[in-house]
T-cell receptor, first 114, second 111 residues
Framework: DGGITQSPKYLFRKEGQNVTLSCEQNLNHDAMYWYRQDPGQGLRLIYYSQIVNDFQKGDIAEGYSVSREKKESFPLTVTSAQKNPTAFYLC?????????????FGQGTRLTVV | DAKTTQPNSMESNEEEPVHLPCNHSTISGTDYIHWYRQLPSQGPEYVIHGLTSNVNNRMASLAIAEDRKSSTLILHRATLRDAAVYYCIPQVMNRDDKIIFGKGTRLHILP
């Protein structure tokens, strides 16, 4: 079945280590997104990409990096420069031109830094 | 950018209709109104969207005011599984396809 997959579901890392979260989609969507969600809060946009080999910063890009080498994949690296990395991370994808189409979300990765 | 205002939380009894309001008074004529919901510990899921006229699907109905400054998501018969945070999101042309979430409305369903 078509969909968007995030892995792993839970991730634990020591402070100061970089960690990469995986996001894969087989929906043939051009656009992909990364969001961060803190407890009891809404989703905040980290990075988004409209096309392979191109991406733009969202509202809270500092301390994060992404790549878009393949249409299907949009991995997010949480670097040691991110001051408070513990959060719920959500990936999404959509067709280009989201005005009249829906976005699909993964089930999220819960990152805990100890 | 179009701003939205939604109640922080609402309650409804199980098996009764629920009307979730959203004000988007700065919306432009080409902005679609999308609704998503997020169940606990899950990613958001699409519910419905529309431009001018009312829309229905298997999950819900969307009633859009004639002046488009507000809309109402209608769950016709709430179940406990409908307990979630509901987000109203205007999709704005020329915003580089960004999807921006507000705080949404937390819907509690009482058995």
């Amino acid at each position: 079945d078509g969909g968007i997959t995030q892995s792993p579901k839970y991730l634990f890392r020591k402070e100061g280590q970089n960690v990469t979260l995986s996001c894969e989609q087989n929906l043939n969507h051009d656009a992909m997104y990364w969001y961060r969600q803190d407890p009891g809060q809404g989703l905040r946009l980290i990075y988004y990409s409209q096309i392979v080999n191109d991406f733009q910063k969202g509202d809270i890009a500092e301390g994060y990096s992404v790549s878009r080498e393949k249409k299907e994949s949009f991995p997010l690296t949480v670097t040691s420069a991110q001051k408070n990395p513990t959060a719920f991370y959500l990936c999404a994808s959509s067709m280009m031109g989201t005005l009249n189409t829906e976005a699909f979300f993964g089930q999220g990765t819960r990152l805990t830094v100890v | 950018d179009a701003k939205t205002t939604q109640p922080n939380s609402m309650e409804s009894n199980e098996e009764e209709p629920v009307h979730l309001p959203c004000n988007h008074s700065t919306i432009s004529g080409t902005d679609y109104i999308h609704w998503y919901r997020q169940l606990p510990s899950q990613g958001p899921e699409y519910v419905i969207h529309g431009l001018t006229s009312n829309v229905n699907n298997r999950m819900a109905s969307l009633a859009i005011a004639e002046d488009r400054k507000s809309s109402t998501l209608i769950l016709h018969r709430a179940t406990l599984r409908d307990a979630a945070v509901y987000y109203c999101i205007p999709q704005v042309m020329n915003r580089d396809d960004k999807i921006i979430f507000g705080k949404g409305t937390r819907l509690h369903i009482l058995p």
